[in-house]
């Protein structure tokens, strides 16, 4: 290509900042005199979108690469990239809110009344990566109410599309290293569990600063988390930890995930163990998004309804834990053993469980 037929790129064309610039149109100047503080709200909810688009332009890339069984590294070493960037931005999202919150209810009353009905709960980007994520597996419910027909008809077509945590689940079922050969990890765990609760059991009994009553009471939480932990290996015990709410995911992806929170040590497990934590901080982050949003609420409208017609900060403070989409790994921490009472593995395991060469191995075998 000639050099000269290359069209210099400016920076102002390439951005499209005449559009970018010139997308705030204030409704409160429509009505009279414009309300200073609505260009900031108009900003920071445009700044929202923005990055709620690029969330889902990596999500879409995650999902992409475990649509393709059998996942190699690579594909988890891209997944982990992408679940760390979407995590940087959630962080953004959750400063963005200091901002808001420079606007006082008292301003927030020069414009409020003008956006009626409009609301947040009309983001369909973010109820896309709501859905995405696998929010409509854990809360199955039709995408109705506040939205057009054919945001509603979108919604509805993601809705039927794998998600991340179903992905997930797929993905930590057909995990390897449960059983292998004649070696059975679940019975040497069973037995390094028996073994710590027999320990616990001492020191409540041993401990002289409990009262009879104190006593008592750790002695019956110390029955609840043996039941837990047989529960956990059993399928019929691990339906009752569904019902109760505790896991969503399926038995064999439970243990999966927990085998590899125990044994995150070794190298193969690395990134899998990275990418299960991300899950969780990802959570973790629109958990807080969703509770300062609601204390933000409380803040600029008290206990008034909000533009979109739901209760305002009762509501949104309710729909908090409701939403919280990877709880099952959060839970995982009541099974962990420390690493001192950890099964030690066969020596073909974990090797398995590394990247090795042995001395008789040469760079061209196959």
């Known amino acids: 290509m000639n050099e000269r037929s290359v069209k210099e790129l400016y920076y102002a064309d390439y951005l499209q900042l005449d559009r970018l610039l010139n997308a705030q149109a204030p409704e409160s100047r429509r009505h009279g005199p414009e309300a200073h503080d609505e260009m900031l709200f108009i900003i920071t909810h445009q700044a929202y979108e923005i990055w709620f688009k ?23 070493g891209i997944i982990v990239a ?52 696998g929010l409509g597996v854990l809360i199955p419910q039709p995408v109705t109410g506040r939205l057009r027909s054919e945001d509603v008809a979108y919604l509805a077509d993601v809705t039927g599309e794998p998600s991340l945590f179903e992905q997930v689940d797929a993905w930590l079922a057909r995990m390897p290293f449960l059983k292998f050969e004649d070696y059975d990890f679940w019975e ?26 104190e006593r008592n009471a750790q002695l019956i939480e110390l029955d609840n988390t043996r039941r837990k932990f047989d529960y956990l290996l059993d399928p019929a015990g691990f339906e009752q930890l569904k019902a109760q709410g505790m896991f969503h995911l399926r038995q064999t992806s439970v243990l999966s995930a927990l085998f590899i929170q125990l044994y995150r040590d070794e190298p193969i497990l690395h990134l899998p163990f990275r990418m299960l934590s991300h899950l969780m901080d990802i959570d973790e982050l629109f958990t807080a998004w969703r509770s300062r949003h609601a204390l933000m609420a409380q803040r600029m409208l008290g206990s008034k309804i909000g533009t979109g017609g739901s209760s305002g900060h009762d509501y949104l403070r309710e729909t908090v834990d409701k939403k919280r989409i990877f709880r ?16 030690a593995l066969p020596r073909r395991l974990k090797q398995s469980l590394n990247f090795h060469f042995t001395g008789e191995q040469k760079l061209d075998d196959h």
Not at 55 to 71: D, T
Not at 189 to 212: G, Q, T
Not at 328 to 343: A, E, G, H, Q, V
């Open 54 to 76: 690029q969330i889902l332009h990596e999500l879409k890339s995650v999902l992409g690469a475990f649509a393709v069984p059998p996942l190699d590294e690579h594909g988890m």
């Open 82 to 133: 992408r679940l760390e960037r979407i995590i940087a931005i959630q962080k953004v999202l959750n400063l963005q809110i200091d901002v808001l919150e420079t606007i006082t209810p008292l301003d927030f009353l020069d414009f409020r009344d003008y956006l009626i009905p409009a609301s947040g709960f009309q983001s369909v980007q973010f109820r896309e990566i709501e859905l995405r994520l």
């Open 188 to 213: 040497s765990y069973r037995r390094a569990v028996a073994a710590m609760l027999a320990k616990d059991r001492r020191s409540i009994l041993e401990n002289p600063l409990f009262s009879d009553a």
């Open 328 to 343: 099952d790994l959060f839970n995982l921490s009541t099974f962990l053993i420390p690493r001192s009472s950890l099964p």
